[in-house]
């Protein structure tokens, strides 16, 4: 296998459990808005922001454009009557609150640490993954973070990595793996930029005959072997 020396770790259900910090976000910011939280909310959020952030991706809106159109959407198609720019602010508030990390992510980055470069590569808010990224715990085990706000262009386009290349000293592409969840976001991303990926694959969805990753695992556990590390979690 080839030999790495930089890691590129998506954040956001990759690291993060993003989902867990969309639904608490969400929940405060409709009960603030005076409306009960539902289920069937979550999910009516999550699809219409998943499609929004692949609009983002392909080039097809701004991040600005993103921000302001998710809650005014939801709100429309949830029916709701309320301040869709005061359950945004609210929303951002609530989600950089949430640092929440999946179970062993902080011990799988403490010991990878000790053997690769481990840098952060997310889409997002720059203020609000500061944030979540400062409670988690991470930060110590990080040599970098790159943030697609900050780089004025997000995953998967090349522009985004190519930031990441000058921002690394002595970095070379084919020793670095990019490591994440989305298919659309960072396999595509490294299949674009000339970087090998590893696919994390926990839920066992579904691959696209267009997007090959160079790997794919489903735990942290097959991560850790994958990078020749013995001691599994």
Known sequence: MQQ???LLFD??????????????????????SGVEYREEYQKLYSELNLS?????????????????????QFFEAAGIQG????????????????????????????????EFELYLVTNGVAETQRTRLASSGLQPY??????????????PQKEFFDAVERGIDNFVREQALIIGDSLTSDIKGGNIAGIDTCWYN?????????IEP?????????????????DIL
């Open 4 to 6: 790495y020396r930089f």
């Open 11 to 32: 954040a956001d259900e990759t690291l993060f459990d993003f989902h867990y910090a969309e639904r608490e976000a969400l929940r405060a910011a409709l009960l603030k």
């Open 52 to 72: 929004l952030w692949k609009q983002l991706e392909l080039g097809k809106i701004t991040r600005q454009e993103l921000l302001i159109a998710r809650f005014s």
């Open 83 to 114: 301040d869709a720019e005061a359950a945004r602010v609210s929303f951002q508030a609530g989600l950089a609150a949430e640092g929440r990390l999946f179970p062993g992510a902080l011990e799988l980055c403490r010991e990878l640490a000790g």
């Open 142 to 155: 990080l040599k970098g973070v790159f943030i697609s706000e900050e780089i004025g262009a997000p995953k």
């Open 202 to 210: 926990p839920h066992g969805e579904a691959s696209d005959a267009e």
């Open 214 to 230: 160079t790997y794919t695992v489903a735990t942290y556990a097959e991560l850790k072997e994958l990078l020749g590390i013995a």
